[in-house]
Structures are given as C-alpha cells and as structure tokens.
C-alpha cells in the first residue's frame, strides 16, 4: 500500500492508449492563423460589425471536385493497419492527395469554402465583369489537376480519383447563429449547378455548368457536348488566362493586418497579426473538439483516428421562390433550434451546405470528449427533436438519416486550409438515407441495436436501390414513443437459446436456485422468513442480461410464472413507467390493442366487487377510460395520488397471494424514481421474489435513496459479477464459433484481451472472424472427430447456422453466434488460425476502442492526465512512475484525488490482486465505494510489468 492515503502502491490499466506524434500545422506563426486555417476567406476577412443574421451578395465562380476512392481507402487502411496505427497512414495519405488539389486551388487565388468528407468546395469572388476571365483561370486550374491528380495509385492498392464541375454566376454569402456558434453558408443557383455539372462528370473529367457555359470565353475552351444537357464537357484550353492571380491575391484581407507576405505563401490568411475581435468570431465557427487542440497546442494529427461514431444528416428542403434574405433567416432559425437539440445530446454541427435544393447540416456524435456508450439513443433522440422542430420553424419537409459504425475521423486538407471532417461508408450510407426517404428520421440496422430503444419506436423502412451504396441491410424508421400507444411493451432483448447453456455462472445461478427454493417454500408455510430480492451489479458486457435470461428459463422450467421486462434509458424520465409496465404485464394487458380490449381483460381478472368499484384508478397508468366514480371525483389532486397508490398496491399484493411469480429487471437502474419507490413497498408487503441487475453505479451523487434502501434491506442479496475463468473462455469461444475446439494461441489471445469479460470476448471473436484470422472448417475422418472435444463439449449442443461473411452484421446483432456454412450443419467443426495471423497486431475492436473512449470523457481532466500517462507505461504501473512521469504541476495531493476517482471508475484496480480472485458476494451500501487493495501492507518494491 502506497504513503498516499491508502492508494494501492500498483495497479492495473484496463485499456491502453495511443497517441501519434505530429509536428505543427503552421509553422511560426500565430495562433490567430492556426484558427484561421479551418474557415475560408469568405469568413475570415467578413465586416465583423454586421448584425447575424445576415445575407450578402456577390459574384464568383465555384470549382467542385469530388473525389472517388476515399471510402474504400478508409476500410483497408482499417484492416490492413498493424495495432490501430492505419489512421496515422490513412492521414498522410488523404492530405498528400488533397493538399496536391487544394495546391493547385490556391495557386490560382482560390478559396476553399469547405471539405465536405471526399469532395471539396473552391470559390473565387470576382466582380461581374470579371467572370469570363476568371472561368478560364478555373478551367485551367482544373486541367492541372487532372493531369497531376486525375489518377493515383495507393500502397493498400487503391486508386483515387478526381471529377471537377464548374459554375459562376450571383451568390449570396449568409451568416447565422448566435454568440456561441456560427455557421455560413454559400446559396445561390450556381451552387445548385455546380453540384449538378459534377453529378454529370465522370473520373477525371471536367463538366461547365449551363451558366458557366454562357459566361466564359468560349473561343477559348475546347468542349464536347453532352447529349441532351445544356452543361458541356471541357478538353482543352486554348491560351493561358489573362487574369492576374496576383494582383487578386493582393487584394484580400486589406482590411486586416498580417506579417510580410513572402512570395511563397499561398494564403495570406496564414499570415495574420494578433487580433482578439477576429478571432474571438473566428471560434464560433469552429467546432470545440478542434479547438480544444489548438489551445492547448497540440498537432492537430491527435485529432486523426478510426473511430466508431454516430452520423447525423438533416436536410431541410426550400419550397423554391424564395428570397436570399427569406432563406436567410430560415436557415438562421434552423440553425439554433438544430444546433441546442443536438448539443442538448452530446453532439456536434460539423458543417451546414446547400445541397439538393435544400439545406443540410451533418452533425457528428461520439466525438473526443463527447463519447457515450449511448450515443446511439442520443443521435436517435436529437435527430427526432430536430424533425419534430424545424416543420414548426419554417413548414418545411425534414428529413434526417442516422447510422452508426467506423468512420475515419480527422483533420483533411491543406497546411494552411484544412477541416475536421469524417469519411466512410457509414457517412455515405446516412446522406443516402437523408435522401431517398424524405420527411422522416431513417436509420440503420446497427444505430437501432446499439440505441438499446424499445422495438416499437422503429418501423421497416422499404428498401431503395441507393447509389453507391450496397447491401445496406435492414432500414428503419425512428418514430418515438409518440407514434403508436403501447402499455407494458418492454421485452428482455436476450432470450436463452435452446442448446446454448450459461457459462461460467454457476455460483450466481445455485444462489438464485436457494433463493427460488427459499421463496417457495416460505409461501407454502404462509410466512416471509426468506431473500426477496437478487440484485446483479456487473459494468457493461459482463453477461448480466444473459445471466437474467438463464434464470427466466429455468423458472419457467420449475413452472413458476415470471414476469420480465427490460428498461431503456429513456424510461427513467418518464414517471411511473416502470410501474405501469409492471402492472400491465401483471394484468395481461400488454398485448391488448385498444383501450376497450384493455377494460375486457380486467374485468376478467378483478372481481372482487370492493376493488371493482375504483377500476377508474386505472385510467391513466393503464390507459383505459372505466367510468369515475364519485367519490374519486371529489377527491383533490393529492388524495386521488394517494388513493391509486395504495389501490396498485392492494392490487398487486393480491396477485401475488394468488400465484406465486418472480419478476425479473433487466437495467434496474433506468428504473424512474417513483416506480422504485412502489418496488420498495411491494417487496415490503406482498410475497414476491425480484431479480434484477444493474450497472455499478458511479456518479457521485448516488443511486435513488429507494434503490439503496432495496440494496440495504436485509432480505436483499447484492451480487457483485466477476470476470469469467480462462477455462471458461475456452469453452465461450467454442460456443459463439459454433465449433468444439479452438487453437491455443486463439485461447491466450482471447484470455489476455478479454480481460473475463464475454462481451470483450464476444468481440474479439468476430474481429478475428471478419478479418479471416481464424477459419471454421469440417473436422475430416472418424477417428479425428472423437477426440477434438478437448473442451468437455457435447458436438449436439451446437447447431451453426447458415450466413456469409457478406451478411454476417446482422445475424452478429441479433445473435451471439457466430455461425457457419449450410453443409457443416450436424457435423464437428473446428477453429484453425488463417494464414499470416498474426495476434500481436491484432488491433482493439471499434465497438470496444468506442466503450474506451466512452469510459475516458467521462473522466475529468486531471483523471484523463492520469490515464494517459499510465497508458504510456504499461498495463501495471506503480505510483511512484505515475509520480515520475506526470508533469510538474501534477502535485501528489492532486494525483492522490485522481487515483482515488479511478478506482471508484473502475479504470484502475489493485495490481496485487490474485489472478484467480473471485470477489466475494456482498450487499454492501458501499459497493460502490470500495477500494479494494490487495499489496502487502510493509512492502514497498515495485512490481514487474505484467505481475
């Protein structure tokens, strides 16, 4: 034990950390100019004094250039990448070839208006006069990217390509927001042409919008048309533009004070002198997760990494006629209402753009320092609000797609002008969404799982051939709980598999059997002498679910009835929800489609004509419409609360006379506050059994003082979940294959990685699967077959199913199976690793690397110090390294409070603690608390990595 107030003197890390070096973006200049590099021109040199909202015209020429490639780029730098370092060549690689583009751009007096994932938007604003010359500048710019960009070849093997479109014509820049974040956006009918021409250009071409057409100098640019389309497509230019890109470079930002401007700087806006107005402006229109880095002065290239994350696209369609200033406030209005609901649930406005005749804003969650192990169900929520609010704002048609999974996240661009943007096919698959199902919030398969919201806020969306997109798989519609009237409907999302015992719990589920035993017997002998309630606390994956399912299937088993249910994040909000689907199931009405249904069916299970005479107590929980009676119509708002109370109470203690029935909770701790008080006063009173489980709680205001009275209670067992033995493994990896043997160097990785934990084993399992590091091959000859059952597995317990890798997501969702071919079935499978397996590079997960990030911005500050610190060093560590390595501000008190909130996280425990250590089973008030030290009291030697 170390001097420092009973903090264990080494301990152990769950999750390692790493952090790529990087070098400055812009070198020797001010921070003013590093900000300045994530807002184009049109922002940094705009009058500072004008009121926002606001709308401003001008005259330009827009260069588009999508870039093709970039997505399957992003997947095999991700499955190709030793130990999660693919970000770090996927970075280099994106900015090599977009800041060659972007080079030309800016050569050419462009401005870089914004990255939107592989595309990037160019403008140079011109006077009228002024556009013939400036479109052969851009037609020439084009044409030296396509002849040094066009085409280029990856080291993964993939080739990027580039198709430009070009327009000119009348503009309109507008500014909107508030004082904490601001947006601008470009609007006007050449930004509806230039994304037109570009849709009509294919690799390496360049496309002339209509207008571009009729405005440029057309003895000077060779074409050929295209059949049926005003818009033309560009071979050649004839002579070198007259327009003098210098002269035009000189003329920006007059207004604004920089340093020398050398003949090699190709912004000027990389040059800026201090100025504390502008770039008080210039953050508000950068995001807090880019400017966190710059503050602290960290290489943005920190910002650069595969990340599982949560995409948002909104777009709001324009009805057509309306003017710039109409449009302008209706985008400001938009704006607000989209940004609070979106921040309100942990997420960000990445970028806002006109796009298909509407406006679209692309909002990011489960960004640094915003990550949420349910930021599926907060994207799902904001993106409801957002659909629900912008109709009311401006009577406009929303629609909004939502998907979950990795995306590349990061910093792109050029030294001097770059953005934080994401890239992926989860990115792609949520603007198709946005677009082929309008005015309503779509989702993927993957966001609907990991929401962890009840199956009836989704509806099955028809599929629609999408452009390029492939085999997206099942599509929903988000609808709320407003959309459809449900009571009682929350079904346990795990249900025990036939052939598919528990593994590894056996201790957990011989306590629930006593229980179970005590339970009936103490009915038979009319007294309550017995446990009543069970309470499982495990962190997520530790099997708590499946644990619940076992016993709801051998309850039944014993024939006792059981009622079950699991609850959602969502439902802690909602007053006497948990009660009401507690009541419900109770009455057997959670099936029951309308509220005259409802009535039918209590009627036919309350008959005793004393209780009958209140059944309009039941009108609001249960939603039917019994007539009131009179003396319940006199009562005041107090005493009608009271009297329901105690009427559910009556009514539930006489059920349970009746028929002896265990309930089960799954997610106890999303239990509202005044459904656990009536939990509290039903285990009191009536002759129940309740088994829950629950998350460790961690907030430092506590569980509900109803909860901790139940944990208190001396007829409650509190059973703390450990993580599962090596052995156990071993036989979990058989049963999620579907095979009776698995390689040993399979069963050490799986043991050293997953910590005990199934669901980290679970995970692992499919990454080594999809990733072909391991093969599920027939077991070939008899005498081969007897004796692969190394495990003590029956070959009849497993049934493999049929899936192809191809579909395997959303079997893997619905299952934890991970399943063979057809021809297998009813035949001994074995596990084989895949040629060139190599498990030292295996690198985390995203779904795990995504509960990591989770765990750590949830931390402070000062604790995330910490942690990162010690993720440098190993995985067990000492305090006097932590004291060695941490800067000099880190003061031992200061450490002492961060090492002390660590343990009570979970991030850090005992490195002393014995490998086979199973923490006994307790009902402590203080399991929260605990910091369990396992050192030898007198020693002070420091431990060997990995101890």
Not at 749 to 773: A, D, I, Q, T
Not at 937 to 943: L, T
Request: net charge negative.
């Amino acid at each position: 034990m170390h001097p420092y107030n009973g903090i264990p003197n080494y301990f152990t890390l769950w999750s390692k950390m790493g952090w790529i070096k990087g070098e400055g973006e812009i070198e020797d200049s001010y921070k003013i100019s590093k900000i300045a590099a994530h807002v184009p021109d049109l922002v940094v040199y705009s009058t500072l004094t004008n009121d926002i909202p606001y709308a401003e015209n001008f005259h330009g020429v827009l260069l588009f250039a999508d870039v093709s490639g970039f997505t399957n780029l992003t997947e095999k730098f991700s499955l190709s990448s030793k130990k999660g370092y693919g970000a770090d060549e996927l970075t280099r690689t994106l900015n090599s070839y977009i800041g060659e583009i972007v080079s030309h751009i800016l050569d050419a007096g462009g401005d870089i208006l914004n990255y939107a994932g592989d595309a990037i938007l160019a403008l140079w604003t011109v006077e009228r006069v002024q556009l013939s010359e400036v479109i052969s500048l851009v037609v020439k710019c084009s044409l030296n990217i396509q002849d040094q960009c066009g085409v280029r070849e990856t080291e993964v093997g993939c080739q990027l390509k580039v198709k430009i479109g070009i327009s000119a014509g009348k503009l309109s820049k507008v500014i909107v927001g508030d004082e904490i974040s601001q947006y601008f956006v470009v609007i006007g009918r050449a930004v509806d042409e230039v994304r037109l021409a570009e849709g009509l250009a294919v690799a390496s071409t360049i496309i002339l919008s209509p207008n571009a057409w009729e405005l440029c100098e057309r003895d000077n640019i060779a074409i050929d048309p295209i059949e049926n389309e005003r818009a033309v497509k560009v071979r050649y230019i004839k002579r070198e533009p007259s327009f003098s890109v210098e002269k035009y470079q000189d003329s920006i930002g007059t207004s604004v004070e920089h340093e020398k401007v050398t003949r090699d700087c190709v912004r000027r806006a990389s040059r800026l002198m201090p100025n504390a107005e502008l770039e008080k402006t210039l953050r508000k229109y950068i995001m807090k997760t880019v400017l966190q880095k710059i503050d602290d002065d960290q290489p943005l290239e920190y910002l650069s990494e595969m990340r599982p994350a949560t995409i948002v696209f909104v777009n709001m369609q324009f009805k057509g006629g309306e003017s710039d200033q109409e449009q302008c406030m209706t985008i400001h209005q938009a704006a607000i209402g989209i940004g609070q609901q979106i921040v309100k649930h942990h997420g960000r406005v990445n970028k806002v753009f006109m796009f298909d005749k509407g406006c679209t804003f692309l909002c990011l969650f489960g960004l640094p320092g915003d990550k949420r192990e349910d930021e599926s169900a907060h994207a799902l929520q904001a993106a409801y609000g957002v659909h629900d609010l912008c109709p009311m704002l401006s009577n406009r048609t929303v629609s909004v797609g939502v998907t979950t999974g990795p995306v590349f996240c990061g910093v792109v661009g050029h030294p001097v002008r770059h953005e934080y943007t994401v890239i992926g096919r989860k990115v792609n698959l949520a603007a198709r969404l946005m677009m082929h199902y309008p005015g309503v919030v779509s989702c993927d398969s993957e966001t609907c799982y990991y929401s962890k919201l009840p199956a009836f806020y989704f509806n099955e969306l028809p599929k629609k051939a999408m452009k390029g997109v492939k085999n997206p798989g099942v599509l929903y519609q988000f609808m709320a709980n407003k959309q459809q009237i449900t009571v009682g409907k929350a079904p346990m999302s795990v249900e025990r598999e036939e052939g598919y015992p528990l593994l590894g719990r056996e201790k957990e589920i011989e306590v629930y059997s006593s229980m179970l035993k005590g339970f009936l017997e103490a009915r038979a002998a009319g007294h309550k002498n017995y446990n009543n309630v069970l309470i499982y606390e495990g962190p997520i994956g530790y099997g708590k679910s499946r644990l619940l399912a076992e016993v709801v299937y051998r309850t039944a088993k014993e024939g006792v009835r059981v009622i079950s249910f699991e609850l959602a994040k969502t439902d802690i909000k909602q007053s006497n929800y948990a009660l009401q689907t507690l009541l419900a199931i109770v009455m057997s009405v959670q099936n029951c489609k309308s509220y005259a249904e409802r009535e039918r069916v209590l009627l036919s299970k309350i008959l005793d004509p004393k209780m009958r005479q209140n059944l309009c107590l039941l009108n609001d929980i249960l939603l039917v419409k019994f007539p009131v009676s009179k003396d319940v119509s006199l009562m005041d708002s107090q005493t009608k609360n009271k009297k329901m109370r105690n009427y559910f109470l009556e009514l539930f203690c006489k059920f349970a006379e009746d028929e002896p029935c265990v309930y089960v909770l799954d997610q106890a701790h999303f239990v509202d506050r005044s459904s656990l008080t009536f939990l509290l006063e039903a285990c009191e009173k009536a002759s129940v059994l309740v088994c829950m489980a629950l998350l460790p709680h961690t907030s430092q205001s506590g569980p509900f003082s109803e909860l901790s009275r139940i944990i208190k209670d001396p007829r409650t067992l509190y059973l703390n979940l450990p993580g599962l033995e090596p052995p156990v493994i071993a036989q979990l990896a058989c049963q999620i294959l579907g095979v009776v043997r698995i390689p040993s160097e399979v069963e050490l990785f799986l043991v050293e990685r997953s910590h005990g934990v199934p669901y980290y084993c679970e995970e692992l399992l499919k990454s080594l699967y999809l990733g072909n590091l391991i093969v599920i091959e027939e077991v070939e000859g008899e005498d081969e077959a007897k004796d692969v059952d190394i495990l003590g597995r029956s070959p009849g317990l497993l049934t493999p199913l049929s899936v192809k890798r191809t579909d395997l997501l959303a079997s893997m969702l619905k299952s934890r199976k991970i399943t063979a071919l057809d021809h297998f079935v009813d035949r001994a499978l074995v596990c084989f690793v895949g040629e060139a397996a190599k498990f030292h590079e295996v690198p985390i997960p995203l779904t795990l690397k995504g509960m990591a990030l989770a765990h750590l911005d949830h931390l402070q500050p000062a604790d995330q110090m910490v942690v990162k610190c010690a993720a440098i060093i190993g995985q067990t560590i000492t305090t006097q390294m932590l004291i060695n390595i941490l800067p000099e501000s880190e003061n031992p008190d200061k450490l002492n409070l961060s090492l002390t909130s660590l343990f009570k996280s979970g991030t850090f425990e005992c490195g002393s603690k014995p490998k086979q250590f199973t923490q006994q089973l307790t009902k402590e008030s203080e399991c929260w608390d605990a910091l369990n030290c396992y050192c030898v009291q007198d020693s002070q030697e420091d431990v060997r990595e990995g101890q």
